[in-house]
């Protein structure tokens, strides 16, 4: 079965700094993988997708993430933090139902 | 980019009362939409994928005759709470897929349960 880790539950940043989000997979086939942002009383928004192209996958608002097999991990990044980044961020990935396997969310604070 | 909205974005209701959410797709057809709960500093819960022209079919552990859901259109899915209970308070999201694998999701609907 598919399952998603996302270590930390909160993250902390300068406003300018490197965000760091780490999420890691388990899946018995090839994985789609997916960073949604979800903003406090609202719905999820698509940042990215990986669907077997290339394994560095650039998304909205200047995020990117990196598939990587042999860590079985999809960290997603952006160089420098804004404020409106702080939000909660969550990896997910697609089992063989088309069904979204979510893990439990890192909440993404920017300090100034 | 795939627009999906949800109506209404907030009710509050009496216990026993039922209530009805809709999940919308604005500008595209969605042969399949998902219905999420969401409980407060916690993930999302698949409740229920719904088909249209076809019977929904529920996650483990979800009431199917308390959860109502019907996918009468190809831009329309909607889910009944019925016989509301403080319990059932929650976050309500839907999404729809757009592509094989990707889902585009409303903006939620807040129930609670006097």
């Known amino acids: 079965a598919q399952s998603v880790t996302q270590l930390g539950s909160h993250v902390s940043v300068s406003e300018g700094a490197l965000v760091l989000l780490r999420c890691n997979y388990s899946?018995?086939?090839?994985?789609?993988l997916f960073w949604y942002v979800q903003y406090p009383n609202q719905g999820l928004q698509l940042l990215l997708k990986y669907t077997s192209a290339a394994t560095l996958v650039k998304g909205i608002n200047g995020f990117e993430a990196e598939f990587k097999k042999s860590e079985t991990s999809f960290h997603l990044t952006k160089p420098s933090a804004h404020m409106s980044d702080a939000a909660e961020y969550f990896c997910?990935?697609?089992?063989?139902?088309?069904?979204?396997?979510f893990g439990a969310g890192t909440i993404l604070r920017v300090k100034s | 980019g795939a627009v999906v909205s949800q109506h209404p974005s907030r009710v509050i209701c009496k216990s026993g009362t039922s209530v009805k959410i809709e999940c919308r797709s604005l500008?595209?057809?969605?042969?399949?939409m998902f219905w999420y709960r969401q409980f407060p500093k916690q993930s999302l819960m698949l409740m229920a994928t719904s088909n249209e022209g076809s019977k929904a079919t529920y996650e483990q552990g979800v009431e199917k005759d308390k959860f109502l859901i019907n996918h009468a259109s190809l831009t329309l899915s909607t889910l009944t709470v019925t016989s509301a209970h403080p319990e059932d308070s929650s976050f309500y999201i839907c999404s729809a897929r757009v592509l094989a694998y990707t889902q585009y999701f409303g903006p939620g609907t807040r129930l609670t349960v006097l």
């Open positions: 500008d595209f057809q969605a042969t399949t």
């Open positions: 899946s018995s086939v090839p994985p789609y």
């Open positions: 997910a990935v697609s089992d063989p139902g088309n069904k979204l396997v």
